[in-house]
């Protein structure tokens, strides 16, 4: 069974840049895409971006794209996620997931493994 552990959350200042972490266990993690959902108090939770197995092809929502760059390596077992120019509304749990199986990835539904989740919050 394939395990996911965030890190790199934290408190940082509008303007300022996080990378976050996703650690998996198992042996077949390059056959999984990766994507990575955040969920705010009293919001649902919402794609934020995700990547392909091979890393060839990515996707982001609009709200994060210009900001937010989604990168893997397999060799590492490992998914990052690094956070530019971070702003009040970015303010959430960040979760890291897993999918078995790939189109668009941008929906909770197509993962199989989720992480704990890791808190990220941007003061003004």
């Known amino acids: 069974q394939v395990q996911l552990v965030e890190s790199g959350g934290g408190l940082v200042q509008a303007g300022g840049s996080l990378r976050l972490s996703c650690a998996a266990s198992g042996r077949t993690f390059s056959s999984y895409a990766m994507g990575w959902f955040r969920q705010a108090p009293g919001k649902e939770r919402e794609f934020v971006a995700a990547?392909?197995?091979?890393?060839?092809?990515?996707t982001a929502s609009d709200s994060v794209k210009g900001r937010f760059t989604i990168s893997r390596d397999n060799a590492k077992n490992t998914v990052y996620l690094q956070m530019n120019s971070l702003k009040p509304d970015d303010k959430a749990v960040y979760y890291c997931a897993a999918a078995s199986t790939y189109c668009r990835g941008e929906l909770p539904q197509e993962y199989d493994y989720w992480g704990q989740g890791t808190q990220v919050t941007v003061s003004s």
């Open positions: 990547i392909s197995r091979n890393g060839g092809s990515t």
